[in-house]
């Protein structure tokens, strides 16, 4: 094997400017397709940024970059601060530092397995395991998002707007910096948008949240409003 080759590169530090994800000229090019380009952003800890434009702009693109599971063609990209390769390998170790928790426009769950169960799927605790601080902190989680009533139900007797919440609450428990989500209230009804919304902004705590969405209500409860058109950074609007 080449050692030298395989050596980690030295990460080059932006300036101290406190910035959790950076992106710098980012672009993204499949086949002969530009899906992004000259994507440049700050992504602050704490703050809840929703990401808006027409279908086809390239919100999920962006998304699935930010969560690592996708490559960029251009530019660079910077967690804590430290640069970020494009493969899939700095990817991963990327992933695993931030964490992210994921909420995608329709939750899929271990079907006929309890709420409970489901919550815990990203810490692979069993019952007989759990520690009962980290047991009583993710049941706090659930019963913050309205689920304390149907902890022991099965998800298939779960509303729409519950099955979101919990999936929220999954993405909670997952991840303690970064919870991205994608069109998380496509589905649902007004009714159960506006808690699911209510549930994704509070329950964030020292989180940042990143939400694409098309729903106006959805970017109100957000601290800034990154709108894209045609895989560019349109316009940028600070709450
Ligand atoms: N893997 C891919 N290969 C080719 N084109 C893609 C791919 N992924 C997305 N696109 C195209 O890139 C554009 C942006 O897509 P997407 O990020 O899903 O936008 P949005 O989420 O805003 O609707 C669309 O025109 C889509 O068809
Ligand atoms: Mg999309």
Redesign the pocket.
Known sequence: MNRLADAPTVPFRTSPHESLVTFDAVGKI??R?T?LSGISLDIHPGEALALM????????????ILGMFTGWSSGTVFVDGVTVGASARSRNRARRELGFGWVGQTPAFLPGRSVLDNALIPVRVDSRSRSRARFSEYRDVLVGLGLGRVLHSSVSVLSGGEQQRLSIARALIASRRVLLA?EPTAALDSANTGQVIDALVRSRGARTVVV?THDPRVAERCTRVVW?RD?EIDLVEQA
């Open positions: 499949v086949g397709t899906i434009g027409p279908s086809g702009s390239g919100k999920s693109t962006l998304m699935a994608d694409a894209l895989g």
